[in-house]
């Protein structure tokens, strides 16, 4: 548990809470004399935190967008798959207490079941520490970016930059590197004069989303 916490950036001042996260059901009706509880109630909360704190951040980053759109980006920014890529960002995998069974049959591996972790950790999260703690380990593993199919970064950093007061920002190519056929652009967006997200790209156009990207994390603090 405590690598779990070096790879998360969060000590728990209750480490059990750390370690029911981490507790398969699997794993507790194998061993319910000296476990406590499964993970399935941190579970439980840990998806209404999630779905809070994702409808806040789409909320914050696109106000030009209807209930509708809104809706769909957030069943995209918390879907198993999401999940499961930020428990292996994390190395959550490693810290689970799995039963015998579902060890032997590559539950260690399963999305549902790492998915399932990650809401549940950041139940614990929330419950040791707060909403605060529980919003940076969202957005530094789960909200690192808009989901590729809807993603548009340079729109999303015009409707935060351009709200009122709106504030004056621009694209500036940096260098062009390599052959005609194989050229390489390195963008910054600069806000007010100052680089707030630099971005590279096979094309002026790839480059500035890139560095719309970098802006907008940057803004959020997780960059």
Request: overall charge neutral.
């Amino acid at each position: 548990m405590t690598k779990l916490e070096q790879m998360i950036g969060y000590t728990f001042q209750n480490s059990l809470l750390c370690r029911t996260a981490m507790t398969h059901s699997s794993y507790f009706n194998e061993n319910r004399a000296v476990c406590k509880a499964s993970n399935e109630r941190l579970e439980f909360l840990g998806d209404s935190v999630l779905g809070f704190l994702a409808a806040e951040y789409l909320y914050e980053i696109y106000p030009g967008k209807s209930e509708g759109e809104l809706t769909k980006l957030r069943a995209a920014l918390v879907c198993e798959a999401r999940l499961a890529d930020a428990a292996a960002a994390m190395g959550l995998s490693e810290a689970l207490l799995l039963g015998r069974g579902e060890e032997a049959t590559g539950g260690r591996r399963r999305p549902s079941l790492t998915a399932d972790a990650v809401e549940a950790l950041l139940a614990a999260i929330f419950l040791d520490g707060g909403m605060e703690p529980a919003r940076r380990f969202v957005h530094r593993f789960v909200l690192i970016n808009i989901p590729e199919h809807s993603s548009d970064y340079k729109t999303a950093l015009q409707e935060i930059l351009q709200r009122d007061p709106p504030r004056s920002y621009a694209y500036h190519l940096v260098e062009s590197t390599g052959p005609d056929h194989a050229k390489r652009f390195t963008v910054e967006v600069r806000l007010e004069g100052i680089s707030i997200g630099r971005g590279a790209g096979g094309s002026k156009k790839e480059a500035e989303q890139a560095a719309a990207r970098a802006a907008l994390r940057a803004l959020r603090g997780d960059g």
